[in-house]
């Protein structure tokens, strides 16, 4: 059974740091992109930051230069460094990963997980 734990969310003032990490656990094949999506009260989800299984990044503009996404591919881990955080960052964040396994119809294919999020309060 393939699962996303998410950690380190919690309350944090403004300009403050914090450092979310999700493991992805039950799969023997390493992810293929992984994401972090936030979602804030009364608004929809967005994608925060991906990375692929190689390393190549992206970026949603409000978190460019704030934000950095890595990831452990030898424990399929991938993590969410926020630094210089501000009110707006306030939401709750989820883990997203795509992940390989083989189908007895389709043969190698993958889908999507989410993790339970966790959340994070920026305080003014």
């Known amino acids: 059974q393939v699962q996303l734990v998410e950690s380190g969310g919690g309350l944090v003032q403004t300009g403050g740091s914090l450092r979310l990490s999700c493991a992805a656990s039950?799969?023997?094949?390493?992810?293929?992109?992984m994401c972090w999506y936030r979602q804030a009260p009364g608004k929809q989800r967005e994608l925060v930051a991906s990375?692929?299984?190689?390393?190549?990044?992206n970026y949603a503009d409000s978190v460019k230069g704030r934000f950095t996404i890595s990831r452990d591919n030898a424990k399929n881990i991938v993590y969410l460094q926020m630094n210089s955080l501000k009110p707006e960052d306030t939401a709750v964040y989820y883990c997203?990963?795509?992940?390989?396994?083989?189908?007895?119809?389709?043969?190698?294919?993958?889908?999507?997980?989410w993790g339970q999020g966790t959340q994070v309060i920026v305080s003014a």
């Open positions: 990375i692929s299984s190689g390393g190549s990044t």
């Open positions: 997203n990963a795509d992940i390989p396994y083989d189908s007895p119809w389709l043969g190698r294919t993958s889908r999507e997980f």
């Open positions: 039950g799969s023997t094949f390493r992810p293929n992109t």
